[in-house]
């Protein structure tokens, strides 16, 4: 019963969001270009790379092609789902509208998280799915049921590292009011995400892999479908660090929570 009151609120907050994009239809068809222009140049950036070598590591010109459609998959439907309400904590802080959500009777992490969807997000998630189902053909890959399930449970993973690594740093807004900068720093990394693993070493892929995991976001799920993955402790990796930042993430709002003052205080 608790689920389903949840399900309609969502569908509430659905209802108004794609309300709001319409309204300003313009600026709908317009995002939605802008986005398709930077893949555009994200792909033109491999192009230029496999102009002057064969392979990067191991990682052939498609696989790369694959590996950056699949990165830009997972960072739209992040952004349809949390970038805007992640950036629009602090602003839910410093203006004192976090009183009124408190106030809600329903859990205020989800109605923070989920207020606004960005609909535009979703048909360039569409087109990096196109990208991605057109590099699988030349490469020649028949997944089994077995990988697109696993394809499809490491990219949740990586939704949720993601999300909870982003919204850890929102949560800074309780105590600095304004925290778009660290934010947007943040969602700057996910272009490391797009590059190939084996293009990094030492302490710089130590970091990105294990402490904020973005190489292995999108990289381990396409080792999966195209079969190089050497080792299962990539998987278990990837979706272990997804568990420890959801509850870091978890522990670390409910202590901005405690520490909250409200607008009027």
């Not at 509208?97 to 979703?122: E, G, H, W, Y």
């Not at 293009?199 to 130590?206: D, H, I, S, Y």
Request: glycine share 6%.
């Amino acid at each position: 019963m608790n689920v389903r009151r949840y399900l309609v609120i969502y569908g509430a907050l659905w209802r108004t969001s794609v309300t709001r994009e319409m309204s300003f239809k313009g600026n709908f068809l317009l995002w939605i270009l802008v986005d398709l222009l930077w893949f555009g140049l994200q792909l033109s950036f491999v192009g230029v790379i496999f102009s002057q070598t064969k392979t990067v590591g191991t990682w052939t010109a498609w696989q790369v092609v694959l590996l950056t459609g699949t990165s830009n998959f997972i960072q739209e439907v992040y952004q349809a789902f949390f970038l805007v309400n992640c950036t629009n904590l602090s602003e839910l802080i410093r203006t004192g509208k976090m009183d009124f959500l408190l106030l809600l009777p329903v859990n205020t992490r989800f109605i923070v998280s989920t207020r606004q969807v960005d609909i535009p997000s979703f048909a360039n998630a569409a087109f990096a799915a196109c990208v991605m189902t057109f590099a699988a053909r030349k490469l020649g890959l028949h997944p089994t049921a077995l990988q697109f399930a696993g394809f499809a449970v490491l990219c949740v993973a990586g939704l949720a590292i993601h999300y909870s690594l982003m919204f850890l740093l929102a949560s800074v807004s309780f105590w600095t009011v304004r925290a778009q900068g660290i934010v947007r720093g943040y969602y700057t990394l996910f272009n490391i995400a797009r590059l190939p693993d084996e293009a990094f070493r030492g302490a710089f892929k130590a970091v990105f892999t294990f402490a904020l995991p973005v190489l292995l976001v999108s990289n381990v799920p396409v080792r999966v479908l195209v079969n190089t993955l050497a080792s299962p402790w990539q998987w278990l990796v990837l979706v272990g660090l997804g568990v420890v930042w959801m509850v870091i993430s978890e522990w670390f709002w409910r202590l901005s929570i405690r520490c909250y003052t409200s607008a009027s205080n």
